[in-house]
């Protein structure tokens, strides 16, 4: 498939990795059957991006988080403090009684381990499990396709996921779109690299399902292939203009893809909308997000 998608393109995209899962989904949905129940996703691996609230946070922390957990969230993953200490942070969630059982933060680039290690203790101050790097592939020029700079990325995660192992943290590395770009015009992606460099000991996969798609990348195939080694994946749905939707209301057939959970290792289903709270969307609206998310998620049979 082509590494720059056009609208058009991209929902054809979309449509065609449904279509090509359908029977398994019946498949799946049968043998669910035969057991009794179908699959659903547990509740208490439903957990919310806090970075879809930013806004509502913002305004009001304590509260926002006391809305969160009147949804039904008991976890949630955290991509900062919200000018808070990490101390100040877990006091908050306590209160709400929800836990930040992952966070996003960023490895130094060039690494340093010191500055890694003060997140890691900040990480196990707030009571993480997982800390994940949220953000590579693109620099000031756009998106990277020089495969030396992966490789030497792939090292430094590496190098985090050992320190974050001897801290007792699980580290994990989230995807975006420019990953899937080919480099040095062959036919290996960046995600390639990263992947198929770092230590699965080390480094597991929070798979961002919408980026995949907008990558060109049907989550299904990376399951296939990376089985095991993605513990987390971020919810979010993709619009028929190719933007975002709140989970369930747009084009990603997230029961195809939840019906490989165990083949993937999945642990936590992360509701998340990059756009909520950004005009002209309001912080209610990004409340609303992670309400119909948390929803979705509960209700959904596979």
Same mark, same amino acid.
């Given at each position: 498939?082509p590494?720059s998608? *056009? ?11 449904g279509?090509?899962?359908?029977l398994?989904?019946? +498949?799946?949905?049968?043998?669910? +059957?035969?057991h009794?129940?179908?699959h659903?996703?547990?509740r ?5 991006q806090?970075y879809t609230? %930013?806004?509502?946070? $913002?305004?009001?922390?304590e509260?926002? =988080? ?5 949804i039904?969230?008991?976890?949630v993953e ?11 942070? %877990? ?10 059982t992952?966070g ?6 060039p ?8 997140? =890691?203790e900040?990480? *196990?101050?707030?009571?993480n #499990?997982?800390?994940v ?7 000031? $020029?756009g ?8 490789h030497?990325?792939? %090292?430094?995660? *590496?190098r985090?996921?050992?320190?974050? &192992?001897?801290a007792?943290l699980?580290?994990?590395?989230? *995807?975006h779109? /420019?990953?899937?770009l ?5 036919s &290996? ?7 198929? !460099?770092?230590?699965? &000991?080390?480094?597991h =996969?929070?798979?961002d ?7 060109? &990348? ?5 399951i296939? #292939?990376?089985? $095991?080694?993605? #513990?987390q994946v971020?919810? #979010?749905?993709?619009?028929?203009n ?7 209301? $747009?084009l ?12 993937? +290792? ?5 509701? !998340?909308?990059?756009d909520?709270?950004t ?6 609206? /990004?409340?609303?997000?992670a309400?119909?998310?948390y ?8």
């Amino acid at each position: 498939m082509p590494q720059s998608l *056009n609208r058009r393109q991209l929902l054809g995209a979309a449509a065609a990795a449904g279509a090509a899962g359908s029977l398994g989904i019946a +498949g799946a949905a049968q043998a669910g +059957g035969q057991h009794g129940r179908p699959h659903r996703v547990p509740r208490d691996q439903i957990s919310v991006q806090l970075y879809t609230l %930013r806004d509502q946070l $913002g305004i009001d922390l304590e509260g926002s =988080l006391a809305e969160l957990a009147e949804i039904g969230y008991t976890r949630v993953e955290h991509a900062g403090f919200v000018g808070r200490t990490a101390a100040q942070f %877990r006091v908050a969630l306590d209160h709400a009684g929800l836990r930040a059982t992952s966070g996003h933060v960023a490895i130094p680039q060039p690494f340093d381990a010191d500055v890694w290690e003060a997140a =890691l203790e900040d990480a *196990n101050i707030v009571g993480n #499990k997982y800390i994940v790097h949220p953000f590579f592939g693109q620099n000031a $020029g756009g998106p990277i396709r020089d495969a030396a700079i992966y490789h030497a990325f792939a %090292r430094d995660l *590496n190098r985090a996921g050992a320190l974050a &192992r001897r801290a007792g943290l699980d580290f994990g590395y989230h *995807n975006h779109q /420019a990953e899937f770009l080919r480099q040095n015009g062959t036919s &290996r992606t960046g995600y390639d690299i990263l992947t198929g !460099e770092t230590d699965p &000991r080390l480094v597991h =996969l929070e798979v961002d399902l919408f980026w995949a798609f907008r990558g060109a &990348r049907d989550p299904v195939d990376l399951i296939e #292939k990376l089985r $095991g080694r993605i #513990k987390q994946v971020h919810v #979010k749905d993709l619009d028929v203009n190719g933007s975002f939707a709140d989970p369930g209301a $747009g084009l990603i057939d997230f029961g195809r893809i939840f019906a490989r959970s165990r083949e993937a +290792g999945l642990v936590e289903y992360i509701v !998340e909308r990059d756009d909520a709270g950004t005009p002209p969307r309001t912080p209610a609206d /990004a409340l609303r997000t992670a309400e119909a998310g948390y929803d979705f998620l509960a209700s959904i049979r596979f």
